[in-house]
């Protein structure tokens, strides 16, 4: 498998990057390097196959002791905390709530 010069335009225009045409071939020869890379340790046998698992009959320990409380709680650290969850700014790209509409207007 490999990878042409306009497989990268096509690539690159729907992860939307800028790639400078003089770069094109330059990226191409670069994903058939890795490509080819991949098919070569895809022809190593599997290290693991001849390891047995060491996970049979391992039980599980149930977590014990109390948890260790902090020195001072969420709402006194975060800019903004309300109903025990952290309050973040909306991102430019969303739409306002009406919760951001409530505090414009007051």
Same mark, same amino acid.
């Given at each position: 498998?490999?990878?042409?010069?306009?497989?990268?335009?096509?690539?690159?225009?729907?992860?939307?990057?800028?790639?400078?045409?003089?770069? !094109?071939?330059?990226?191409?020869?670069?994903?058939?390097?890795?490509?080819?890379?991949?098919?070569?340790?895809?022809?190593?046998?599997?290290?693991?196959?001849?390891? !047995?698992?060491?996970?049979?009959?391992?039980?599980?320990?149930?977590?014990?002791?109390?948890?260790?409380?902090?020195?001072?709680?969420?709402?006194?650290?975060?800019?903004?905390?309300?109903?025990?969850?952290?309050?973040?700014?909306?991102?430019?790209?969303?739409?306002?709530?009406?919760?951001?509409?409530?505090? !414009?207007?007051?």
């Amino acid at each position: 498998m490999s990878v042409t010069v306009d497989e990268v335009r096509r690539i690159a225009a729907l992860s939307r990057l800028a790639v400078a045409p003089e770069r !094109e071939p330059i990226i191409a020869a670069q994903l058939n390097g890795i490509l080819s890379h991949m098919d070569a340790l895809r022809q190593v046998p599997d290290a693991t196959a001849r390891v !047995e698992d060491t996970t049979a009959g391992m039980r599980l320990v149930a977590d014990v002791g109390p948890a260790v409380p902090l020195t001072r709680g969420p709402q006194d650290i975060a800019p903004a905390f309300r109903d025990g969850f952290f309050l973040v700014p909306r991102l430019a790209t969303h739409g306002a709530t009406t919760d951001d509409l409530d505090e !414009e207007a007051s």
